[in-house]
């Protein structure tokens, strides 16, 4: 607080002490058999559970994986969360945002509905990366689970003397403007788009996994999960898989996505930037736990990895 105070920060010693952690229970949704566990609002999992609502009135695996149709479903479901999270989606204290509308059966189907009439939802804001973010998940002996995501956002370059650790500069993605889910207010709470999540089966967990990646983590989570649920890859292959983001109303796509899908894409009128990147939007990292057998799977975009501990 002293640091804050001598470099003109606007928190004092009574705002630190007046800081509490929540504890919330998870926000779950059904999705192919499986219950799907995230964290509620402010973090991303409404947006990763909104997505898979609308995707679940699809037969994605008919369409091909990865392929140009696949592809502008997913992103219009992308795009949907997007627009929805920006409009509805912030510090629940100030602003209660609406699931019961965002996940039920009848808004799923309207905008599943329009997806397959090939309306475009328009999405003005571009995503960031953040390199700033660890994720973590574990599996101990006995099959109790983890899933932690942590971030600095775009951190301050600040590190107060005799602390060792780096001050965050979260509040940029804060909304200036007032009267707005995101706009800023005393003692609010910004969204993260931060979403560790749990795949439970019966009750039983089956799946864990989390991403760094600033925006994109909802994402890529999101297209891991599939890849896991619909396509029945492993914890590896899903992670790994080559990924795609809506953001914004163009579509960004990794450079091993084949240039037909990228051309499709093109001739429905999406506006394709194609990154230079093998392995870009976010760095999904997981663990599987099918029939007792558990394998991790670790994204090679970033230096994370996998590893069993006997």
């Not at 939007?281 to 975009?301: K, N, T, Y």
């Amino acid at each position: 607080a002293a640091e804050m105070e001598r470099s003109g920060g606007l928190l004092s010693a009574v705002d630190l002490a007046g800081f509490r952690a929540d504890e919330a229970a998870p926000l779950t949704v059904d999705y192919r058999g499986r219950t799907i566990a995230v964290p509620p609002p402010p973090a991303g999992g409404i947006m990763v559970a909104e997505m898979l609502r609308i995707l679940e009135r699809f037969d994605l695996p008919a369409l091909g994986h990865n392929s140009a149709e696949y592809m502008r479903v997913v992103v219009e479901a992308m795009k949907v969360a997007g627009r929805d999270k920006d409009r509805h989606v912030g510090d629940p204290r100030f602003v209660p945002p609406p699931p019961d509308r965002l996940l039920s059966d009848a808004y799923a189907e309207e905008c599943a509905a329009a997806i397959r009439a090939g309306e475009k939802a328009h999405l003005p804001r571009a995503g960031t990366d953040s390199e700033h973010t660890t994720t973590v998940s574990c599996v101990d002996a006995e099959g109790m689970v983890v899933s932690l995501t942590h971030t600095l956002g775009v951190p301050s370059g600040v590190i107060p003397p005799g602390t060792g650790f780096m001050l965050n500069g979260a509040m940029n993605w804060c909304d200036p403007r007032p009267g707005r889910a995101a706009s800023i207010a005393p003692g609010k709470r910004r969204f993260s788009s931060m979403t560790p999540t749990i795949v439970l089966e019966e009750g039983r967990p089956v799946a864990t996994m989390g991403a760094p990646g600033g925006a994109w983590i909802p994402i890529a989570i999101l297209q891991a999960l599939v890849n896991l649920l619909d396509f029945g890859m492993g914890m590896q292959e899903a992670v790994q898989a080559p990924r795609f983001s809506a953001t914004s109303d163009a579509v960004d796509i990794s450079n091993r996505i084949p240039r037909a899908a990228q051309r499709g894409l093109e001739a429905m009128g999406y506006e394709v930037r194609r990154s230079p990147l093998s392995y870009p939007f976010a760095a999904v990292h997981g663990i599987s736990m099918w029939d007792g057998r558990l394998e991790g799977g670790a994204d090679p975009q970033r230096d994370g990895l996998a590893a069993g501990v006997a």
